[in-house]
């Protein structure tokens, strides 16, 4: 090995990269699922790593993210190390699942193969169908490699305002996830279908996310967007058609028009509601005679992005929490010690909280230390009872603000569907109880609340399986900014719900 490379070992992957000497691990670490939320600023703290072999120097980044104990025993920000040595890191990220859907679809008769792709932001899900049974033979789940300039949309547009290229990187992904899925049947496919919200599908298509970056988030560009495959650099037959399907509004992206095809809220009579919950909340209710949807910025905290000991959905993460004869109860993914607390993890502690009396409605700690205790070492601190508070209240605002504007009420819903990774693993309790979905007098919130799993992938394999394209209801793009009764809605939803369910 060149005395100008140094290698990098990551566990528990036994995964080993060489790198150049003194260059920053970015690079090198992303391709290998490590996450930079903050696009590898040093101001997030998300993207430790753990020293077990080699020297790492602490840099001031260092000092303000980790405290002493977790210094002392090796923890670094992987986006701030320069490796002089061999080293042997634990990447604390190294695990996480990416939700997919297992359904077959009603086959339209056509002729060939092919692929349906989730392209999210945090992860991409793509399955490959055989067209004429609607039958699914393969799926491959990895990171969005874009992860490397941000984890949230407004940093990947900040990324390629500056300059970055986040279009050929993605681009260069789903064409070595294809061959995967193809396996050696390139030939055959003749059609790709991509879905995902405004700022991905910009990013993929090579769109101007300029008038994404500031109000009104309004694009010219929201429509279809058609490739030929020489366009991309994918293996497929010149005649393979490929499309990103439409978005429906500045951050309401063709993710919840699959997601309204598959949820059938398109053709129900009864008006149904669709929640897909992340860093940009998007909301859609109606039915067969019309729907409204809008986007409302929850903020990170549901991918406990925001919380001081917060994490993603990966090993060492209290991932549910219980109340047990007034005693907290936590649940930690991989059954080892927990390191930190993820997005259900962290809506299920402050439910308890609440049940127990801890945490008031208010939203402060009962016993004036500001600090809620889940599970040692992990606690909660106020502040990220704060940012739950801010997230759950500009759900809970949004979801009341398009019912009134349906001249509906909750109780007029025939049901609820809570979509995407986090609304599949959040327990409905918990979120009815810190009144993320406010269901009013309504008492048994697990008949009407369904946790959906992927109805994005879902509903990309409907409209690849489809003969034609399915016809839909008026679909109006609802702007909460610009309803004047945004505010005081939001600032109505701050507080948690009182006693009930208790």
């Known amino acids: 090995m060149s005395s100008e490379l140094v290698r990098i070992r990551l566990e528990p992957l036994a995964v080993e990269v060489d790198v150049p000497r003194g260059a920053l691990l970015v690079s090198s670490l992303s391709d290998h699922g490590v996450e930079f939320p903050c696009g590898g600023t040093g101001l997030c703290g998300g993207c430790g790593v753990r020293v077990l072999a080699g020297w790492l120097p602490a840099t001031d980044a260092d000092r303000r993210a980790f405290p002493a104990e977790q210094l002392a025993s090796g923890w670094r920000l992987a986006c701030q190390a320069r490796a002089q040595e061999p080293l042997v890191l634990e990447c604390g990220q190294w695990h996480m699942d990416v939700l997919t859907d297992n359904a077959g679809m009603i086959g339209a008769g056509k002729p060939g193969l092919g692929i349906a792709i989730d392209l999210g932001t945090t992860t991409i899900a793509a399955q490959i169908v055989d067209l004429a049974p609607g039958s699914v033979l393969g799926v491959e789940t990895e990171l969005n490699p874009q992860a490397s300039f941000g984890s949230d949309v407004m940093s990947r547009i900040r990324a390629a305002l500056h300059g970055d290229d986040l279009t050929s990187v993605v681009r260069a992904a789903l064409g070595k996830i294809i061959v995967r899925l193809a396996k050696g049947r390139e030939q055959e496919i003749a059609e790709v279908v991509l879905v995902g919200n405004t700022v991905m599908h910009h990013l993929f298509s090579g769109c101007d996310v300029e008038p994404l970056s500031h109000a009104p988030f309004v694009s010219p560009n929201l429509g279809v967007q058609s490739f030929e495959p020489r366009e991309l650099g994918w293996s497929l037959p010149a005649s393979c058609t490929i499309r990103f399907a439409h978005c429906l509004g500045g951050f309401v992206g063709s993710d919840i028009l699959a997601g309204i095809i598959a949820t059938g809220?398109?053709?129900?009579?009864?008006?149904?509601?669709?929640?897909?919950l992340g860093t940009n909340g998007e909301i859609a209710i109606g039915n067969r005679h019309g729907i409204v949807c809008a986007s409302t910025a929850a903020g990170p905290a549901f991918e406990a992005g925001s919380i001081r000991m917060g994490m993603r959905a990966a090993t060492g993460a209290i991932s549910y929490v219980s109340l047990v004869g007034g005693e907290v109860k936590a649940t930690v993914i991989g059954d080892v010690e927990p390191r930190g607390i993820c997005g259900s993890g962290l809506v299920d502690a402050v439910a308890a909280g609440l049940r127990s009396g801890a945490i008031l409605a208010s939203g402060r700690v009962a016993n004036g230390t500001k600090v809620f205790p889940v599970a040692e070492p992990v606690v909660l601190y106020q502040a990220d009872i704060r940012e739950l508070q801010l997230a759950k209240a500009a759900?809970?605002?949004?979801?009341?603000?398009?019912?009134?504007?349906?001249?509906?009420?909750?109780?007029?819903?025939?049901?609820?569907?809570?979509?995407?990774?986090?609304?599949?693993?959040?327990?409905?309790?918990?979120?009815?109880?810190?009144?993320?979905?406010?269901?009013?007098?309504?008492?048994?919130?697990?008949?009407?609340?369904?946790?959906?799993?992927?109805?994005?992938?879902?509903?990309?394999?409907?409209?690849?399986?489809?003969?034609?394209?399915?016809?839909?209801?008026?679909?109006?793009?609802?702007?909460?900014?610009?309803?004047?009764?945004?505010?005081?809605?939001?600032?109505?939803?701050?507080?948690?719900?009182?006693?009930?369910?208790?």
């Open 265 to 276: 809220i398109a053709h129900s009579d009864e008006l149904m509601a669709l929640v897909d």
């Open 395 to 502: 759900i809970a605002s949004g979801f009341k603000l398009l019912l009134k504007r349906l001249g509906a009420q909750a109780r007029d819903l025939k049901s609820v569907h809570l979509a995407g990774a986090f609304g599949n693993y959040v327990q409905i309790e918990s979120a009815v109880r810190i009144g993320l979905i406010d269901l009013g007098s309504i008492a048994a919130p697990r008949e009407l609340v369904h946790a959906a799993g992927n109805t994005a992938l879902r509903g990309a394999k409907m409209l690849l399986a489809a003969a034609e394209e399915p016809a839909l209801p008026t679909i109006e793009h609802v702007s909460l900014a610009a309803d004047p009764g945004f505010q005081d809605e939001f600032a109505n939803c701050m507080t948690f719900p009182g006693h009930q369910n208790q």
